[in-house]
């Protein structure tokens, strides 16, 4: 947006809000069925500066530590439990069903689902648009054995 709307003409704004209203994205999220991977992923909105989406977790679905660039992520817990852990096993927080973390870009983290019940996960990402390039999930440690090309996130 070049322009504030309160800089611009009546017929300007009303452009810039027609522009905007077309597109709203309606979501909706369906657990997926069941999949002899450790861990699914559910889109909900993929846009440039937000991405919302669910992970469905079983066991064995646990990630690597690692950080990402350029990016803040808010997750919250749907069903289940899940783990939040940092360096050194450091743990950052233990969630439980309507239950959230905020975690900024940078954090060194992995999480993992605790218990016998699958671990459902909304996760948030709001990416930086700095001009300096995309943002990036720096690893820490080795991925899991699971985690092949094409699964990761990309944000």
């Known amino acids: 947006?070049?322009?504030?709307?309160?800089?611009?003409?009546?017929?300007?704004?009303?452009?810039?809000h027609r522009k905007a209203e077309s597109q709203i994205l309606k979501f909706k999220y369906e657990k997926p069925a069941p999949s002899p991977r450790p861990k699914q992923n559910t889109w909900?909105?993929?846009r440039p500066k937000i991405q919302v989406l669910?992970?469905?977790?079983?066991?064995?679905g646990e990630n690597n530590l690692h950080y990402h660039t350029k990016s803040e992520t808010s997750?919250?817990?749907?069903?289940?439990?899940?783990?939040?852990?940092?360096?050194?096993?450091?743990v950052i927080a233990e969630l439980g069903p309507?239950?959230?973390i905020n975690l900024p870009g940078g954090v060194r983290y992995r999480f993992c689902k605790v218990g016998d019940e699958d671990l459902e996960i909304l996760q948030m990402v709001s990416v930086e648009d700095d001009?300096?390039?995309?943002?990036e999930r720096i690893n820490l440690d080795a991925h899991k054995e699971w985690m092949v090309e094409g699964h990761l996130l990309k944000y």
């Open 98 to 100: 309507m239950e959230g």
């Open 131 to 135: 001009g300096q390039g995309e943002s």
């Open 44 to 46: 909900l909105v993929r």
């Open 75 to 90: 997750w919250m817990v749907l069903k289940g439990r899940a783990l939040f852990e940092g360096v050194n096993d450091t």
């Open 54 to 60: 669910v992970q469905c977790v079983k066991s064995g």
């Open 1 to 16: 947006m070049s322009k504030h709307p309160k800089d611009m003409t009546p017929e300007e704004r009303d452009e810039f």
